[in-house]
């Protein structure tokens, strides 16, 4: 699995640049953290409720926190079947 769109969404979502995890939402291969980017972004524009647009950065954090944990796992056992 390929790693880059997690450290852009985190890098995007660092630096709010929005427009940019727009584009990424469109262009990422993975459905889960497209939908999780979308429902950030709707939050954060359209949502008057501070608590909702926490929840769903938070959401999306954990998502990515999660996809790239099971990456290094996996990664980890690939390379275990090697030796």
Excluded: C, G, P
């Amino acid at each position: 699995m390929n790693t880059i769109d997690y450290d852009k969404a985190l890098y995007y979502t660092h630096r709010s640049e929005w427009d940019n995890l727009l584009i990424l939402m469109v262009r990422t291969k993975d459905d889960l953290l497209s939908k999780k980017i979308e429902h950030f972004l709707h939050a954060y524009n359209f949502e008057h409720d501070y608590s909702v647009i926490q929840k769903r950065l938070t959401a999306l954090l954990r998502y990515i926190d999660h996809a790239l944990e099971t990456n290094a796992h996996n990664e980890a056992i690939e390379q275990h079947a090697y030796y």
